[in-house]
């Protein structure tokens, strides 16, 4: 098999002489196992004894000659885990000599209070809390793994808390890894997870609005990368309605974004508006936020109903319920509140608070029908109204009775609501025909005056006016009475006989002076006789006068004819024979 030297003498039988040369080397495996390496020179060489702080250890314990003919041997120990301390590699070969050599490893803590936290598109920025003590602890080293992609980065420097990972992919997520290292060894890895989320958008101030619509626009910083946005509004409620919440957010599907029309908004209203973009590693941080004031539109729904609060002949209270907050369009501004008559005409003046939504309408005039309506106003004109009936009362009521043919009594009631320091009274004849009697300026106190000197069963209109107290103004009430019918006080006028055969005649006569008619003609006495004796007939007729036929007298007889009217009250005077 061919020849083969043997070196031997190298030893004795007292032993030969062993000796370690450059210590125990130490190789970091991986972040979990470590190995310890001495090389022994002597012989024989056949065992070694590896210590931890003392303690035997065998794990991994593997011998190599390397050259038997200079009988150097290579001793290493594998360690699984983060287990540091004294490590003592022995080397016996069996006699009297011996020799050893060791090596000290820290055992580090982890960091605590790691982050991870995107400070740019293409950027994460890492946190840490250094171990407290440091224990010896020279860096750091931080690995990252994320869209197909890894790497690391040592830092050094045993009290540094933060580092920056650049050139890194948008729309990825990544698995950040920080150990400590001291003497070799590292701490238990701690991981944080970041996705590169694309930039907030920056939104443009200005906006482009109609009375449901708003136009924004804006970008994304480059470097982001986008798959879509999320469009949100959120409606300020201090401006139309309160308890009507009015948001809402759309979701788009898109590369970009440089802006979006948001449709279906209400009119008059302003909006807070936001946008967030986003990609594969998720959505991004809110934009700032932009304001839009929608168009107004003049209010599409009326007042609530209409309550009357009090009426005085004069005046009335009301106030109504609020629009329909999608009715309003725009903020409430004032009201508009009418009281139309019968007529159709508009009376009075309306004082109106527009919070308390409370109208007080004054100038109106006692027992009058009217239509009150109330309609809201905002900036872009007026809505439909909302209407209520109301009656006012009689401020004064006055009514008169005949105290005789002469007289009449008239009595008055002034509504509750009001109080008067005086009353004044006028009159008029209204048989203007006959008289134009009238007076005004009676003062008068109470509740009744009798006006005397007037005509007999002749009609008066009379009105009282109350002088209100304070600066109340005036009050009127009216009315009409007739004082009591007498007979009429002359006779008829124009009478005349004319003869129409031997036995017959016709009496023809005209009305009683206006004046003296004294009441309602309701007819006439005719009579007629030889001298010493009459015969008297009811005829028919009217306050224009009248005639009748008299028939059946004998011829050649001289006769007295005369004619008187006749009221409720008795017959008056007759004509001259």
């Not at 994460?124 to 860096?139: A, E, F, K, N």
């Not at 920056?202 to 946005?229: H, K, N, Q």
């Not at 209407?387 to 005789?404: H, I, K, Q, R």
């Not at 004294?518 to 007729?541: K, L, P």
Request: proline share 6%.
């Amino acid at each position: 098999l061919g020849l083969k030297t043997v070196n031997v003498g190298l030893y004795n039988s007292g032993g030969g002489i062993v000796t370690l040369s450059g210590g125990v080397n130490f190789t970091l495996d991986s972040d979990d196992r470590f190995t310890l390496t001495c090389i022994s020179t002597g012989g024989p060489a056949t065992t070694v004894t590896w210590t931890r702080d003392s303690t035997t250890v065998t794990q991994g314990t593997q011998t190599v000659l390397n050259d038997p003919e200079t009988a150097q041997y290579t001793h290493t120990l594998t360690v699984a885990g983060r287990l540091g301390g004294l490590y003592t590699c022995t080397v016996s070969n069996g006699k009297p000599s011996s020799a050893s050599a060791s090596i000290t490893l820290q055992d580090p803590q982890p960091p605590t209070d790691v982050t991870a936290v995107q400070d740019g598109p293409t950027s994460i920025t890492v946190t840490w809390t250094p171990p407290d003590p440091l224990d010896g602890i020279t860096g750091y080293t931080i690995s990252y793994t994320g869209g197909g992609s890894s790497g690391s980065v040592d830092v050094s420097g045993g009290s540094t808390n933060s580092y920056t990972l650049t050139g890194l992919t948008n729309g990825q997520t990544y698995t950040i890894s920080i150990v400590a290292t001291s003497s070799g060894l590292s701490s238990p890895p701690v991981q944080a997870s970041v996705g590169l989320v694309p930039s907030a958008p920056v939104l443009d101030s200005t906006t482009t609005v109609t009375a449901t619509t708003v136009i924004i626009s804006g970008s994304v910083p480059s470097g982001s990368v986008v798959t879509g946005y999320v469009v949100q509004w959120q409606r300020d409620t201090s401006i139309v309605c309160p308890d009507l919440r009015d948001d809402g957010s759309v979701t788009v599907a898109s590369s970009s974004f440089t802006g979006h029309t948001i449709t279906g908004l209400e009119p008059g209203n302003r909006y807070t508006i936001t946008v967030t973009v986003s990609n594969g590693a998720g959505s991004g941080p809110v934009s700032n936020a932009v304001a839009a004031m929608i168009t107004a539109t003049a209010p599409s729904g009326p007042p609530g109903p209409i309550t009357l609060v009090t009426v005085t002949p004069n005046s009335a209270i009301v106030q109504w319920g609020e629009v329909l907050c999608l009715q309003r369009n725009g903020e409430i501004t004032d009201y508009t509140v009418t009281a139309t008559n019968s007529d159709g005409m508009e009376e009075g003046t309306a004082s109106v608070d527009v919070d308390a939504r409370r109208a007080t309408i004054s100038g109106l005039t006692p027992s009058t029908q009217y239509t009150v309506s109330v309609a809201a106003v905002n900036s872009a004109g007026t809505g439909p109204s909302t209407t209520l009936p109301v009656e006012t009362p009689d401020g004064l009521t006055v009514s008169a009775t005949p105290s005789s043919s002469t007289s009449l009594t008239i009595s008055w009631t002034l509504e509750d609501s009001l109080t008067a320091t005086s009353y004044t009274i006028s009159y008029y004849n209204t048989n203007t025909d006959c008289f134009t009697h009238s007076r005004s300026g009676i003062s008068a106190s109470g509740t009744s005056y009798t006006l005397d000197g007037l005509e007999e069963g002749t009609e008066y209109s009379i009105t009282v006016t109350a002088t209100l107290t304070g600066n109340g103004g005036t009050q009127e009430g009216s009315t009409t009475a007739t004082t009591l019918t007498a007979a009429p006080s002359a006779p008829p006028t124009g009478v005349v006989v004319r003869v129409e055969s031997s036995t017959s005649i016709t009496v023809q006569w005209g009305p009683v002076e206006c004046r003296h008619q004294n009441g309602e003609i309701t007819g006439y006495w005719a009579r007629y006789g030889e001298e010493g004796s009459s015969e008297v007939q009811m005829v028919s007729g009217d306050s224009s006068g009248g005639m009748t036929t008299v028939s059946g007298l004998t011829k050649e007889i001289v006769y007295t004819v005369q004619v008187a009217a006749v009221t409720s009250s008795g017959t008056g005077a007759y004509s001259d024979p």
